[in-house]
């Protein structure tokens, strides 16, 4: 998969920012609820800013693509 910095990026590496993205504003949507931010929000928030920054990092560097398999197996030629 290419990351977001090479020339043509893939899908994958879209899919992850727009993903990242949204759960940053889900947990900014959280937080302007909250008057005081409590200690169990305090772990919510923690655990989306994790997930989200580490799907803004796979996005970036990009996941090695497979190896092509051959599908077409040749029997005794």
């Known amino acids: 998969m ?4 090479d020339d043509n990026p893939s ?3 879209v899919r992850l920012v727009v993903g990242g993205s949204l759960l940053l504003f ?10 005081g931010v ?10 989306v800013s994790f997930v989200s920054g580490a799907s803004l990092i796979g996005a970036l560097v990009g996941f090695p693509d497979p190896p ?5 197996r040749r029997r005794g030629r």
């Open 68 to 72: 092509p398999t051959d599908w077409r």
């Open 11 to 13: 899908p994958g590496a």
């Open 2 to 5: 290419n990351g977001l910095l």
């Open 26 to 35: 889900v947990q900014t949507f959280l937080l302007m609820l909250e008057p």
């Open 38 to 47: 409590a200690s169990h929000l305090r772990v919510v928030v923690s655990l």
